[in-house]
Each structure stands twice: as structure tokens, then as C-alpha cells.
């Protein structure tokens, strides 16, 4: 099972950016979700989707940041507007879920997102 993140990048404050993570190899998929980690900082949730749609945000992204996903592409997505500085960090998408008879509970490689004041 491979995760494969892309749509990182640099933006103002006040911008958007749409991340993508795409899962290959998986039986199925139950919950993906994005985290961040920013420079000297543990890594933090962002948000989650569950298999039924059930949705869980930070705090500091709720009304700013959509988590969604297609389940037909095994993509999960994070579209984020009203971004500020704050917001800059190593974004990674994560994955539950099983292959075959093996669960896993598998991470994307990062992708950077660079918010400028």
C-alpha cells in the first residue's frame, strides 16, 4: 500500500491551496485524514473523514480548511483557503485500512505548504 500526496506549496496569507493524497494497493480504506507538523512542533491533526463521511477538525482550521474524498479514487483532499502564517508546515496525509487480510495504518511522504505574511 502506497500513499502518494501532491498539491503543496507557497501561498500568502489569504490564499488557498487543494492537497491530494491518493492511495494505491488497498483492499479497503477506512479513515484518511491530513496532520501537520511545523518547524519544531510534534506533529498535529488537521482533520478526518471516515468511511461514512463522518468529518473531524482542529480547532484552529474549522470554517477554513474541508477535508472530502472519493472513494471511487481512494483520494482523500484537503481544500484550504483563508490560510495564514500559522498554517505553514509539512502537511501528511494518513491512512487506515486493510490489504488483504493485514490492516495498516500507513503515512504519505509530506508535502510542503509555505504561507507568506
Known amino acids: 500500500v502506497q500513499l502518494q500526496a501532491s498539491g503543496g506549496g507557497l501561498v500568502q496569507a489569504g490564499g488557498s491551496l487543494r492537497l491530494s493524497c491518493a492511495v494505491s494497493g488497498a483492499s479497503s480504506i477506512n479513515t484518511m485524514g491530513w496532520y501537520r507538523q511545523a518547524p519544531g512542533l510534534e506533529r498535529e491533526l488537521v482533520a478526518t473523514i471516515a468511511t461514512g463521511g463522518s468529518l473531524n477538525y482542529a480547532d484552529s482550521v474549522k470554517d477554513r480548511f474541508t477535508i472530502s474524498r472519493d472513494n471511487d479514487k481512494d483520494t482523500v483532499y484537503l481544500q484550504m483557503t483563508s490560510l495564514k502564517p500559522e498554517d505553514t508546515g509539512v502537511y501528511y496525509c494518513?491512512?487506515?485500512?486493510?490489504?488483504?487480510?493485514?490492516?495498516?495504518?500507513?503515512w504519505g511522504q509530506g508535502t510542503l505548504v509555505t504561507v507568506s505574511s
Open positions: 494518513n491512512a487506515k485500512g486493510r490489504r488483504l487480510f493485514r490492516l495498516f495504518d500507513l
